[in-house]
């Protein structure tokens, strides 16, 4: 069993692949003059761990091309992170249901599939192989945890990431919290208020995805608001659209922490142990 992954997902593939005790497959990748992709892989084992993360389109058509070289039903998939689960329903008439469209190509040609703290486990329907879903909520507490803060409050930017907070503020027993939110557009977040104890205290605002950074950035002006002393930001997926590193560090967030499913400066904490251990788990 050897691991191979697409281009944005070589560092975690190697991280997987050491959590396993094998290695990585050698893959050339490069595009045709029109700019289709191309890849070419080198040899390959009976069963080979394909990984992934969705985080463009580009990188999904070359996990389609991967998964096709491959050419096993015996594979088996990890995508750490799947872009169009956030689009999990027809909020208006006329909508795809984009990770129902997603699901389906990805459910061709492996035997299983594992994701990491997927936005909605419910979307894991859509696909027609077996699936898990892996959270690194522990991961991300014991990473807190390292810090050695006094007394900090975790805190779900809504009602959606509650649960993860819940996990998370579990590892040192800490309090955990959530504020509301209503998003006005793509990019423009407005944070209802809500009774907090963050005066002098160090904040955690986690969520499963930071795209645009607006949700936290607005939320972390608010706590500055009411008298927090610190101000951090923790999310699974660093997706980072545009400038949002900047954006968030620019409201005085003393540090953007995000897990390897997509690889980043920031990336802090690894899901790949927590991987390598759901595939050796029967
Ligand atoms: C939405 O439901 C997700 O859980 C995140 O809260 C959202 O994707 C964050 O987006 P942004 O960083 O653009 O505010």
């Not at 050897?2 to 005790?21: C, G, N, P």
């Amino acid at each position: 069993m050897k691991v191979i992954s697409t281009e944005k997902s070589q560092v975690f593939a190697t991280r997987l692949a050491r959590a396993l005790k094998t290695t990585v497959v050698d893959v050339t990748y490069s595009r045709f003059p029109d700019g289709e992709h191309y890849l070419r892989t080198g040899d390959l084992d009976d069963e080979t761990i394909i990984v992934g993360s969705v985080i463009d389109n580009d990188a999904l058509v070359q996990l389609l091309l991967l998964i096709d070289a491959c050419d096993s039903s015996e594979n088996r998939l990890v995508i750490p992170y799947l872009a169009y689960a956030r689009q999990d329903k027809r909020f208006h008439p006329g909508e795809p249901i984009s990770i129902r469209a997603v699901a389906q190509i990805f459910s061709r040609g492996v035997s299983d599939i594992t994701t990491v703290n997927i936005h909605d486990k419910d979307v894991l329907r859509y696909f027609s192989v077996p699936t898990r879903d892996i959270s690194v909520a522990r991961d991300l507490g014991e990473y807190i945890n390292t810090l050695d803060l006094d007394n900090p409050l975790i805190l779900s930017p809504d009602d959606g990431a509650l649960a993860f907070a819940r996990q998370v503020a579990s590892v040192g027993g800490w309090d955990v919290d959530n504020l509301e939110k209503t998003r006005l557009s793509g990019v423009e977040v407005k944070m209802a208020p809500k009774q907090l104890c963050a005066k002098g205290r160090s904040v955690f605002i986690v969520d499963d995805i930071i795209s645009t950074g607006g949700t936290i950035a607005t939320a972390a002006g608010m706590l500055y608001g009411q008298g927090a002393d610190n101000v951090y930001a923790a999310c699974v997926h660093g997706v980072l659209t545009g400038g949002a590193y900047g954006r968030l560090m620019a409201t005085g967030i003393r540090d953007v922490i995000c897990s390897d499913t997509i690889e980043r400066a920031c990336s802090k904490l690894s899901a790949a142990d927590g991987i390598a251990h759901a595939l050796s788990t029967p």
